[in-house]
């Protein structure tokens, strides 16, 4: 079955579970655990300034893994089902994009339980996020996110946008913010330019590069366990590198 309506995507992703709610109020974000259906007076109930708390959402303790970015989210997806001692949140700006993530995932079960689909979870460990990037260190609580993968992030090659970059400096202290002491960020592209410049940014920051490789798929480390995402699968088929560098924080 395929979602038809994707005119209203902003609202209709708020029709999940899975996907966590948050208004703009006061300058301030809040967010709350989706419940279930969509209105004014459910939101009044959120308080201003209230932070997503991850494990009020998840309602354990588990690690917190974010990726950043995450288009139609077949990596996050298998990382949450491959690991259901860690909690993952996909973060992505685009409603519609995020609607075809949950088709996807509703496309991996079993029809005749694809009508309690819309208010369960498909995997309890999986939530998704409708939000800018920029707005991140607004959202979580300092130091509650154990590891940020960001995956073939747009290369915005021209100059005069690159404070757009995801690896950029300003971005880079966003994830400091919202990252735990000595955690990790995992970051892959194809793009050489885009690769080099987040090296580069990563030097003015506090993190520091523990593994880099121009040729994932030749490096039979960095290569293990790896999780193709939609955009790899397809420019590896292109015959492009992919690139892949892992940065702890002090
Ligand atoms: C090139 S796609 C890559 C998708 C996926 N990570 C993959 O590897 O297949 C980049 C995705 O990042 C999202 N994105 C770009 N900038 C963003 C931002 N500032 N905040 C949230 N999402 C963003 C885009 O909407 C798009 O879905």
Not at 57 to 62: L, P, Q
Request: net charge positive; proline share 4%.
């Amino acid at each position: 079955m395929r979602l038809r309506h994707k005119k209203n995507a902003e609202m209709n992703i708020y029709d999940y579970d899975m996907v966590i709610r948050y208004t703009e109020h006061n300058d301030n974000l809040i967010a709350t655990r989706t419940a279930r259906g969509y209105d004014k007076d459910e939101h009044s109930q959120v308080r201003t300034g209230e932070l997503c708390e991850p494990h009020a959402i998840f309602k354990n303790d588990n690690p917190v893994h974010l990726e950043l970015g995450m288009g139609k989210g077949r990596f996050i997806s298998n990382l949450a089902h491959n690991n259901p001692n860690i909690n993952y949140i996909g973060v992505e700006k685009s409603a519609t994009i995020i609607l075809k993530a949950i088709d996807r995932l509703n496309s991996t079960i079993n029809p005749a339980e694809l009508q309690n689909c819309k208010n369960s979870l498909t995997e309890p460990n999986l939530r998704f996020m409708c939000i800018d990037i920029i707005k991140l260190g607004e959202v979580f609580p300092p130091h509650s996110i154990d590891k940020i993968y960001l995956n073939f992030s747009d290369p915005w090659p021209k100059k005069r946008h690159e404070s757009r970059r995801l690896m950029h400096i300003n971005f880079l202290k966003i994830y400091e913010k919202l990252l735990k002491p000595g955690a990790l960020i995992e970051f892959k592209t194809d793009n050489i330019d885009l690769f080099n410049f987040s090296l580069e940014e990563i030097t003015k920051s506090n993190f520091k590069i523990l593994s880099k490789t121009y040729d994932l798929h030749s490096d039979s480390a960095l290569c293990k366990d790896n999780i193709m995402t939609e955009y790899e699968e397809k420019f590896s088929k292109l015959g492009n590198k992919i690139c892949k560098l892992i940065a702890k924080i002090n």
